[in-house]
């Protein structure tokens, strides 16, 4: 079964650079640092409560993660999700009709791995990863919630619920937005599928022009958003004062994706 968000992949031009901001200053641990030489990438695994945070460096030209850097920059590159037994899921989701990229699994640096079409998930390229016995393991909360715009909520939550067994929770009409946000569980973390209201409304004419896929955003809690912005302001970093969150009883503040390699890092405070 898929129990938990194993983690986000984020394509960076230097690994190194990155720590910078991930292990330097948000005091994340490396976890696992290597070179995948038959994929050509070197990959950093940093984990983050129960979840972690994969940097993807390109050590060589014409791979796909090099070229999706190259056409994209730095940003968010998947969703990974993990199970115990990835051959099962495999052959689970096949059967759904979805469109592998992976038949079966090879290596990876979250265990062994397999990749789903984004075609087949409302835009977003999603990873399934069986861990090995002896990875990272935490029971605490990580990530709050990471988000994926999508046109047609209905299909996507049919989708996300057949695929990655997640159901809604709560759904929130935000008129003054035209949006409306489903938060789907998957053990701490919650899966946001955030759909425009109306054919008018902004997010529409957002997902006419880049498409349906995820937000490269990760929203992280903290128990004291003052603070926390005060602490990463003191690292140097440009970090806009709090304001009033989408969803009711939520203060927020956004480390921009410029500064934090290809993703923004919302700090989430619930009120």
């Not at 052959?91 to 087949?120: K, M, T, W």
């Not at 349906?212 to 929203?219: D, L, M, T, Y």
Request: hydrophobic residues 40%; contains cysteine; charged residues 25%.
């Amino acid at each position: 079964m898929i129990d938990r968000l194993h983690h986000v992949g984020i394509v960076v031009h230097s690994a190194d650079d990155a720590l910078g901001f991930y292990r330097d200053i948000m005091g994340l641990e490396v976890a696992v640092d290597e070179v995948v030489e038959e994929q050509g990438v070197r990959g950093v695994l940093l984990p983050l409560g129960e979840n972690e945070i994969e940097l993807l460096e390109p050590v060589r030209e014409g791979t796909g993660v090099a070229r999706y850097l190259e056409t994209r920059g730095q940003t968010l590159h998947h969703f990974c999700f993990s199970t115990d037994d990835i051959r099962t899921e495999l052959a689970r989701v096949r059967d759904l009709g979805v469109e592998l990229i992976d038949q079966e699994p090879r290596y990876g640096l979250a265990g062994e791995i397999a990749f789903l079409h984004p075609r087949s998930m409302h835009g977003v390229l999603v990873e399934l990863a069986q861990p090995r016995p002896d990875a990272h393991h935490s029971d605490a909360k990580g990530m709050d919630h990471v988000a994926v715009r999508v046109s047609d909520y209905d299909a996507a939550k049919a989708r996300w619920n057949e695929v990655v067994g997640v159901g809604e929770q709560h759904r929130f009409d935000v008129e003054e937005a035209q949006l409306v946000i489903g938060q789907f569980p998957i053990s701490q973390t919650i899966l946001e599928l955030i759909a425009p209201a109306s054919p008018d409304a902004p997010l529409a004419k957002v997902i006419e022009e880049e498409r349906e896929g995820a937000f490269p955003v990760v929203a992280i809690e903290v128990a004291d958003l003052d603070t926390e912005i005060a602490r990463y302001r003191a690292a140097g970093l440009d970090v806009p004062d709090a304001e009033v969150g989408t969803l009711p009883g939520t203060r927020r503040s956004t480390i921009s994706a410029e500064q934090a390699f290809g993703i923004g890092i919302q700090l989430l405070e619930y009120v």
